[in-house]
């Protein structure tokens, strides 16, 4: 009788740390992901600033993310810090970042996923022409009028935003 419960005690200790290791796997891989998501995030957070200025905190933090985008310092696909690093990262309300980070969502230019994240879109969103040329026609007016509460000329702007476009098609 007692070699038994000595057998099934030890057949439970086996199961134990086979659990356990299977456990310090799972650690390492979830270590190794966070580590590159922390690698991969530094730099976003790092950019991410707030002027005085007058324009809104959430138009700007949107601003910079969208341009993060456009540079291609983000990727397609590349996952985002979450809102709550933004937040604490710029010492502002998590609602401020909630804001602007919907409010890229409704460019099209970001995907939130509900408890997995917030993700670069892989791909921009299909939209019907006449859509297509309002958007153009508001962002036109909204960039002149930047330009313009900047200091900078608007043409030399456009002149600038085609060489970068054309810089990347090269």
Do not use: W
């Amino acid at each position: 009788c007692i070699p038994i419960q000595k057998l099934t005690v030890r057949s439970v200790q086996y199961a134990g740390f086979a659990d356990a290791a299977r456990q310090h796997i799972d650690r390492e891989t979830q270590s190794a992901h966070l580590y590159e998501y922390n690698h991969t995030e530094t730099t976003m957070l790092e950019t991410l600033h707030i002027e005085n200025n007058g324009v809104p905190i959430y138009v700007q933090i949107r601003d910079q993310i969208l341009a993060a985008i456009g540079s291609g310092a983000l990727k397609p696909g590349e996952r985002m810090p979450t809102m709550r690093e933004v937040a604490v990262a710029l010492k502002i309300d998590l609602n401020t970042v909630k804001h602007a980070y919907d409010s890229a969502q409704e460019t099209g230019a970001i995907v939130l996923v509900k408890a997995q994240g917030t993700y670069v879109a892989e791909h921009p969103p299909k939209i019907d022409p006449e859509s297509r040329e309002q958007k153009i026609e508001r962002l036109a007016f909204q960039t002149i009028a930047a330009a313009n509460s900047s200091g900078l000329d608007p043409v030399a702007l456009a002149n600038r935003i085609m060489e970068i476009e054309q810089g990347k098609l090269k």
